[in-house]
Structures are given as C-alpha cells and as structure tokens.
C-alpha cells in the first residue's frame, strides 16, 4: 500500500469524554450527572456499570498525557465537565473543578500538545435535568452561563473549543428512543431537545466572540448521511428524509437555513422557535467537527414511524455491529463542504470497537482496528488532494473507556486499559498512529 500522505499542518489528535475516562465520580466538589442516574436504572446500562471510576484519567492524566506525546499526538480533544465545574448546574463555580482542567491544559501544553476542549459531552447536571433538562428552555440559559464560565476560566489555555458533542444523540437518543441518558421516550420532548441544544450552541458562540479570545471555535455532529438501499424513488425519498431528520435538523439552523421542509412539512413536525432564536443559532462558526463510524442503508417503510427504516449491510462490522463504509465518509464530508460553503473540517472522532485482549508479553495486537483506520486515513488524505477542507483528525478513543449503555464491554481505545488495575498497554494501533504521525504510514 502507498504511504499515507498528509499536508505538514494536518493536525494529529485523539480524543475522549469526561464521564467516559476521568473517574474521580464524587471527589472534587463534583454532583451528579445525568448518566449517574441513569446508570442507576435496572437494565439500562450493561451490568448496571457507571463511570465512578472508568479509566481514572482525573488521577492518571499525566501518564496519558505522557504517551499521548511519545505517540506524537499534538492535540487531545477533552471534554469539561458541567457538574465538575457548576456543581449546582448555574451559580456557584468549583474551584477544584478550575484547577483541574487548568491543570490538565498545561500538562498538554509541557508536552506540546494542544488543548482542544469539548463544553458538553452529554453529561448534564442532574439537577437541570429534574427542571425537565434539554426540553426545557431554561437549559439554554444555564449553558450559556456555563460557557461562559469555561471561557472566562480557561480561556487562556484552551486552543480549541467545541460547543457540544453529537446534538443528534442528545436530542434523539435521550429523549426519542431512550437509550441514553435521561431514558425518556418522548417526540415531543425529543423535537425540543433539538432546538434547544442547537440554541444553547449558538448563544455560546455569541457569548464567546464577546470575550475577545481568539481560539476558534465550533461544533461538532455525528451526521447520519445514509444511502438508499435501492435505487426506487422512494428509497431516494427515505435516505432524504433521513437525513433531513437526523442531520439537517442540526446542520441547517447552525448554518443559516433553518430547519428543514421535509421535516416541517412533509412530516409536519415542529420546533419550539421564538422570535429571534434562528439568528442567534447561526453564529458565524470558525470549523465543523464530524464524529464517523459507519454508514447504513435506509428504505421506505410505510409502517416506521418517521416512512423510513435502517436495512441490512453486507460489510465487515465491529464489536458495535457497525459496518465498515469508509466511503460513506467520503459522502458525508463531501456533502458538508457543499452545504457549509467550505468551512473547515476536522474529524473529531473515528474509531473501531474491537474484541482486544492483551498477550504474555504485554502486547495488543488488534489488526482489525488498524485496517479500519487506515482505510478511513487514505480516503481521507485523497479527499484533501481533492480540495476537501479538511484539517485535523482524532482518533477515538485514546483509551478503552465506558461506552455509555455498553458500560465496559466495548473497547474503542488505541490503548489497552485493564480497568482492575488501572495500568496502560498501548495497541498496535497506538504504534500505527506513531508511525503515521511522524510520516511513516506504509502498511
């Protein structure tokens, strides 16, 4: 195989989430979050699993961060955590909650790595969910003072902020099919988690261009860009639809156009929109961040509850059960830079669930992984010959962590984490990245 070829600014991370690595789940002034509780209900998550220790990264960051510079990664993307923070979800600031990621931004920075930091990574004060969470408008508010808090903190040592991470899984996945945290099953309260999370982005970004910072800043999606699965108009209809749905419904708004007419139209769904709210969601954005994993087919289906549905694929999958498609990330970033008008991308999470286990000698030789990311990797670098404006990618994860309702079943990490003990076993794919990074790709 050809080496893998990147321009020499294409920035290198790896990427992780509060609740799914820092442990540390009642130290340090920190309450409850949404996923706490949740993790509380019977069944729903694996073996009721939590994240009050997961890969205790609140004491061992400079150890991860350590081997995050010998692989030579120059940018983690972390995420805040609210309850860490504004234990009470507005009001009081936590200064331990401060030092800590003031802190962990300069360790990075010792390493010359830098500090890309995610606001909201799901994780929700418990509280502001008992005040009806992000159905509620008030949520707005209190993440816009949140924020604001982040920036007025940590400002001077954050080189990269994103606003929220996957609004889709927010919006959908906690309030529509209940599977995530807060488990509710509502269209409803579904349909305006959406707004009201695309509206706390924009009143952040508002926010921050009134500190004078100069870090960019942006958001990042999980775009659901699926194909149809034949070539029947009304296949063609369901993967528009779909998307429309699980994507444009974010995109759009973010970008200036508003929510999309075949969702308010052809499925006669509304938003809770008041006057105003359209222009403060379309702060002007400095890049666009695109978590992917897989891609799926989608048929009309006159029994599904939005016309359409998911459909088998014929692909390699993962321990997810997700389909290997590396062009459906060709698809997406393409469809983007045209919708977007050019702004820049980075991929802020692609990765591989695999079945790793660590050897005598110590050694996680997860080849699977490896084949996915190089795949995503070469597209990758032909989309940016091509004039895709694609700038960094992250891989996900730095560690094997908590995979929300998997718990710890699922092992996304280019490094092995043997949760009894707490000791680190870089994968072969951790090496990968090494090589890769310091421009030694072949295969």
């Keep these: 195989m050809p080496k893998l070829d990147f321009p020499d600014d294409f920035v290198w991370g790896t990427a992780t989430a509060a609740y799914q690595v820092e442990g540390a789940g009642h130290e340090g002034g920190r309450s409850e979050c949404i996923w706490d509780t949740f993790s509380r209900v019977p069944g729903a998550v694996y073996g009721g699993e939590n994240g009050d220790i997961a890969c205790d990264q609140y004491h061992h960051y400079r150890e991860d961060i350590a081997l995050m510079a010998e692989l030579g990664f120059k940018s983690y993307r972390f995420s805040i955590a609210w309850p860490r923070v504004i234990p009470s979800g507005t009001g009081k600031v936590n200064p331990e909650g401060i030092a800590y990621y003031r802190t962990l931004c300069e360790e990075l920075h010792r390493n010359g790595i830098k500090a890309c930091a995610t606001i909201y990574h799901w994780d929700l004060p418990q509280i502001l969910q008992d005040r009806g969470g992000w159905a509620d408008r008030s949520v707005v508010e209190a993440f816009t003072e949140y ?40 269209i409803d309260q579904a349909l305006r988690a959406v707004h009201h999370v695309n509206l706390a982005h924009g009143s952040a970004v508002r926010a921050y261009r ?144 695999g079945d790793d286990k660590v050897d005598a000698e110590g050694r996680v030789h997860d080849r699977e992984r490896i084949r996915y990311l190089r795949k995503h990797l070469e597209l990758c670098g032909d989309l940016i010959k091509e004039g895709i404006n694609l700038k960094g990618y992250y891989a996900w994860s730095f560690a094997d962590n908590f995979e929300w309702a998997y718990g710890y079943t699922k092992r996304f990490g280019i490094v092995y984490v043997d949760y009894a003990t707490q000791k680190r076993y870089p994968k072969d794919s ?14």
């Excluded at 040592?157 to 929220?164: F, G, K, L, P, Y």
């Excluded at 008041?274 to 954005?285: H, K, N, R, T």
């Excluded at 951790?430 to 295969?443: H, L, Q, S």
């Design 147 to 186: 924020a604001g808090v982040c920036f007025a903190e940590l400002g001077d040592c954050v080189d990269r902020w994103i606003t929220i991470n996957e609004p889709f899984c927010i919006a959908y996945l906690g309030y529509y099919y209940g599977v995530h945290a807060p488990g509710i099953r509502n």
């Design 210 to 353: 009134k500190t004078g910072l100069k870090a960019p800043i942006g958001i990042t999606w999980n775009p659901s860009t699926p194909r149809p699965a034949t070539r029947n108009e009304a296949d063609k209809k369901a993967a528009l639809t779909a998307r429309a749905l699980e994507t444009e419904v974010f995109i759009y708004p973010v970008l200036g156009k508003g929510y999309p007419e075949i969702v308010t139209g052809d499925l006669g769904l509304s938003f809770p929109v008041q006057s105003g709210d359209l222009e403060i969601i379309a702060q002007p954005i400095d890049f666009i961040g695109v978590n992917y994993y897989n891609e799926s087919p989608v048929a009309f289906d006159g029994k599904a509850p939005l016309t359409y549905s998911s459909k088998p694929s014929w692909q390699d999958t993962s321990e997810m059960g997700w389909p290997t498609v590396p062009q459906g990330l060709k698809r997406q970033l393409v469809w983007i830079q045209e919708v977007s008008g050019g702004i820049p991308m980075y991929i802020t999470e692609n990765g591989y669930a």
């Design 430 to 443: 951790a090496y990968f990245f090494r090589d890769v990074i310091a421009g030694y790709g072949e295969w």
